[in-house]
């Protein structure tokens, strides 16, 4: 029987990051799509020939991974642009993460955390999609918080979307608005649902 796979998702500052952290601790494997994104924009990898494409040479660094900095002043500052890289890239990250989770065992519950799940049409990869939700005001004075200005947070913000879409394609969600210890409580009750889960597609 293949493993339990599961989407985690949720906007800038939600929070999904520590419910990441915490369904490893709880015994899931966990990929960041973040970090599949990274080894896609290395020298020569799938990524970085496809930003090329898009971009032209300048938006590749001497060594031939990806300029991060230059792709996120035009995706940011042109949304066609920022269409046009997610279509290239979000397939990739995709047909990557079906590949790590082909080799997890029976029983495993493998996560993916990714930002754009359900808007990239990642959902049918899925048994199961989690979006972690907090509202705006409070996800904006987060990421200010965590080093971002009020423009560049707002900036991201505007970029992801209202979330409308998120929710409409996520079968749970967990409210990060009331602190950590409300939050570590919905992810426990989380983990027992996603073994109990498993127990029975695998058996």
Same mark, same amino acid.
Do not use: M, W, Y
């Given at each position: 029987m293949p493993p339990l796979l599961v989407g985690l998702t949720g906007g800038l500052a939600s929070g999904k990051s520590t419910v990441a952290g915490k369904l490893a601790e709880g015994?899931?494997?966990?990929?960041?799509?973040?970090?599949?994104?990274?080894e896609l924009y290395r020298p020569g990898a799938p990524g970085a =020939? !496809?930003? &090329?494409?898009?971009? %032209?040479?300048?938006?590749?660094?001497a060594d031939g991974s990806?300029?991060?900095?230059?792709?996120?002043?035009?995706?940011f500052a042109d949304p066609q642009a920022r269409k046009a890289l997610e279509a290239a890239i979000h397939p990739l990250v995709r047909t990557r993460f079906e590949e790590i989770a082909a080799g997890?065992?029976?029983?495993?519950?493998?996560?993916?955390?990714a930002t754009l799940l359900v808007e990239a049409g990642y959902g049918p990869t899925f048994d199961l999609i989690v979006s972690v939700e907090a509202p705006t005001e409070?996800? =904006? !004075?987060? &990421?200010?918080?965590? %080093?971002?200005?009020p423009e560049d947070a707002n900036a991201r913000l505007a970029a992801q979307g209202d979330g409308l879409?998120?929710?409409?394609?996520?079968?749970?969600?967990?409210?990060?608005?009331d602190g950590p210890e409300h939050l570590a409580e919905q992810v426990a009750v989380l983990l027992a649902d996603l073994h109990a889960l498993s127990r029975r597609t695998s058996g």
């Open positions: 015994g899931c494997t966990v990929v960041d799509a973040d970090a599949l994104v990274a =020939l !496809a930003i &090329a494409e898009l971009f %032209g040479p300048t938006a590749l660094q990806v300029d991060h900095r230059v792709v996120a002043a035009r995706v997890l065992p029976a029983g495993a519950i493998g996560v993916l955390e409070i996800r =904006l !004075a987060r &990421a200010v918080a965590r %080093g971002l200005s879409k998120r929710r409409q394609g996520t079968h749970r969600e967990i409210d990060n608005s």
